[in-house]
T-cell receptor, first 111, second 111 residues
Framework: DAGVTQSPTHLIKTRGQQVTLRCSPK?????VSWYQQALGQGPQFIFQ???????QRGNFPDRFSGHQFPNYSSELNVNALLLGDSALYLC??????????FGSGTRLTVV | KQEVTQIPAALSVPEGENLVLNCSFT??????LQWFRQDPGKGLTSLLL?????REQTSGRLNASLDKSSGRSTLYIAASQPGDSATYLC??????????FGAGTQVVVTP
């Protein structure tokens, strides 16, 4: 049973560029959430998708946007990248709110 | 606004000793609490999930307690092993499924 799959694992982008990160949830899960984790800190909630709609959003600017597809997979898009966007981006899936399964993350470096 | 605090930030113990990790939260209106393990540069592995109506949860050498009224949870790891070296994160879930994390406790178990 595959868990949460994220791609790519590592990414290097230049300031001002745009990036798309992808996530496939665990089989049977319908809710996908995205988190940003800076070095040495706990993950910070970006947003959550359920039934292809953004259900909740954390304190992140509009440069961060997302999408959920009918098969429950999800994308995180970040526009106009800043150096401060360098972080580990984690995707988590769940069935309703009954515990979360996390992917291995995408390490984004902005230079 | 929910705030989650983990004390201590770092902990070093000799192999065989029991580990006690603390987590406190300011708003008792939580849906559940989850403990995770994170190895350097990796994603999060779920260890234990405690529903708000539960007092504790056990899995092998791990035991987690929850006192919602006082806003505290404790993770006990019995007979620690070098393989237990990692960062341990606690997170509380609100009714919408948003996870609020602490900054984590970095654990080193020395042989």
């Amino acid at each position: 049973d595959a868990g949460v799959t994220q791609s790519p694992t590592h990414l290097i982008k230049t300031r001002g560029q745009q990036v798309t990160l992808r996530c496939s949830p665990k089989s049977g899960h319908d809710t996908v959430s995205w988190y940003q984790q800076a070095l040495g800190q706990g993950p910070q909630f970006i947003f959550q998708y359920y039934e292809e709609e953004e259900r909740q959003r954390g304190n992140f600017p509009d440069r961060f946007s997302g999408h959920q597809f009918p098969n429950y997979s999800s994308e995180l898009n970040v526009n106009a990248l800043l150096l401060g966007d360098s972080a580990l981006y984690l995707c988590a899936s769940s069935l309703a709110t009954n515990g979360y399964t996390f992917g291995s993350g995408t390490r984004l470096t902005v230079v | 606004k929910q705030e989650v605090t983990q004390i201590p930030a770092a902990l070093s113990v000799p192999e065989g000793e029991n580990l006690v990790l603390n987590c406190s939260f300011t708003d008792s209106a939580i849906y559940n609490l989850q403990w995770f393990r994170q190895d350097p540069g990796k994603g999060l592995t779920s260890l234990l999930l405690i529903q708000s109506s539960q007092r504790e949860q056990t899995s092998g050498r791990l035991n987690a307690s929850l006192d919602k009224s006082s806003g505290r949870s404790t993770l006990y790891i019995a007979a620690s092993q070098p393989g237990d070296s990692a960062t341990y994160l606690c997170a509380v879930t609100d009714s919408w499924g948003k996870l609020q994390f602490g900054a984590g406790t970095q654990v080193v178990v020395t042989p």
